[in-house]
């Protein structure tokens, strides 16, 4: 199996800043993707994020320009670096993983979940 164990979270004031981790481990052969989803109370889950392991970071037209998502390939760890915070930013974050096992299977993987507030 894989685990995503996520860190960081909290509340935090208008314009302020907070930075989310997320750690990947297990039976990992190799990863192909990680990033981050969020969902706010009464929305749809909303893709923030996303790290191909070749290729180009994608981000919500949301987000851009606020957000930096970065990936160490050597930890399997993903971070989430969010500037200028508002008020529709507070919602639980998730990071994701599409993984293929060593198992050979590809397979989605979730972290638990972290909440962000942004509120003064």
């Known amino acids: 199996q894989v685990q995503l164990v996520e860190s960081g979270g909290g509340l935090v004031q208008p314009g302020g800043s907070l930075t989310l981790s997320c750690a990947a481990s297990g039976s990992i052969y190799s990863i192909y993707l990680m990033g981050w989803y969020r969902q706010a109370p009464d929305k749809q889950r909303e893709l923030v994020a996303k790290l191909p392991t070749t290729g180009i970071t994608q981000y919500s037209d949301s987000v851009k320009g606020r957000f930096t998502s970065t990936r160490d390939n050597t930890k399997n760890t993903v971070n989430l670096q969010m500037n200028s915070l508002k008020p529709d930013d507070t919602a639980v974050y998730y990071c994701?993983?599409?993984?293929?096992?060593?198992?050979?299977?590809?397979?989605?993987?979730w972290g638990q979940g972290t909440q962000v507030t942004v509120s003064s």
């Open positions: 994701y993983a599409i993984v293929r096992t060593r198992s050979q299977v590809t397979e989605t993987f």
